[in-house]
């Protein structure tokens, strides 16, 4: 992706890149979130422990998406 020529190529190496989606990664976040029990943790903590978790497995998936408005290139396709 080093000169990438124009819009279009830039988006296709970007696709090339991030587009696979890490399965065993997602359902490995999503058993952690099933896991976590407050016990004897504080709420504070176990609110933090959670929102720790919550933003891992929203970080899974994150495709970038072309919001120029002048094209329909979408990277999941």
């Known amino acids: 992706m080093a ?4 819009v279009k190529t830039l ?3 970007i696709r090339e890149c991030f587009s ?5 990664q997602i359902q490995q976040r999503k058993a952690n979130l099933t896991k976590c029990k407050q016990e004897d943790m504080p709420m504070a903590v176990y609110y933090g422990k ?8 929203a ?5 970038p998406k072309c919001t120029c408005g002048g094209c329909k290139f979408s990277i999941r396709t």
Do not use: K, R, Y
């Open 3 to 6: 000169h990438a020529q124009n």
């Open 11 to 13: 988006w296709e190496d």
């Open 20 to 24: 696979i989606v890490n399965e065993p």
């Open 50 to 57: 959670l929102t720790v978790l919550w933003n891992e497995l």
């Open 59 to 63: 970080n899974c998936d994150q495709s």
